[in-house]
């Protein structure tokens, strides 16, 4: 058992999801349509974090003894979670809410102990699994099972959202496309970084399509089979 996931992301005409290009060709429209989407929970990673959320200043422990072995922690049930995944636990955090929903943190197994003894301490509940990186797969179950989370909300980057791909999580893809084209060389793309240049594509169909007063599209997919 593992949350139904829809990835929604704002990118260019070129595919791109760079946050402060993104913030220059839209608007509001990219929250409006995420509040369609019925996602209680909604998952960012580290990159996305940093930019938006979390201090600026990353968190170095004292003591960097590995938490190594899975564990999680649950600050507080709720009916959403802001989550953000930070594989080594770098990232620190002014509140344990980000918007007013409860912030829940998904490291690795080689976060340092103490990092995650210090969300425990800040109210921030986490899910540290895997031992090489995160075990997204366990994660997300762990996020069904323990914390109720039923329909997700995965909102990049791209490195996040290729992972999710790689591992056959993602069950729909919402994507706006806004008006203007990035163009810089070695710009994230809205999934990126598998390492399997033999990887078969992931086939989806497309189930809706809008254009917005705005001018920008917005695309839903289905994920299906392989081909």
């Not at 033999?198 to 007063?213: N, S």
């Amino acid at each position: 058992m593992r949350p139904y996931i829809i990835c929604h992301m704002m990118a260019s005409i070129d595919g791109r999801i760079g946050c402060s290009m993104v913030d220059k060709i839209s608007g509001d429209e990219y929250y409006t349509a995420l509040g369609e989407l019925r996602c209680p929970s909604t998952l960012e990673g580290r990159v996305t974090m940093e930019h938006y959320s979390a201090l600026k200043e990353r968190y170095v422990a004292r003591d960097s003894t590995p938490a190594g072995r899975p564990s999680y922690h649950i600050a507080r049930q709720a009916g959403g979670y802001s989550i953000a995944v930070d594989t080594l636990g770098r990232l620190q955090w002014p509140s344990d809410e980000l918007d007013g929903t409860p912030l829940l943190c998904i490291t690795s197994e080689q976060a340092p102990q103490e990092y995650l003894d210090t969300l425990r301490s800040q109210g921030i509940s986490y899910i540290a699994t895997g031992r090489h990186g995160i075990d997204l797969a366990q994660a997300m179950e762990t996020l069904r099972e323990r914390f109720g989370v039923e329909r997700l909300a995965l909102l990049g980057g791209g490195n996040i959202n290729g992972g999710f791909l790689a591992a056959g999580l993602i069950d729909e893809v919402s994507l706006m496309i806004g008006q203007g084209i990035d163009g810089r060389r070695g710009q994230t793309a809205v999934f990126d970084g598998i390492a399997d240049m033999d990887r078969m594509p992931t086939k989806m169909r497309l189930t809706d399509v809008r254009r917005l007063d705005c001018g920008t599209v917005w695309l839903r997919y289905r994920a299906e089979k392989l081909f």
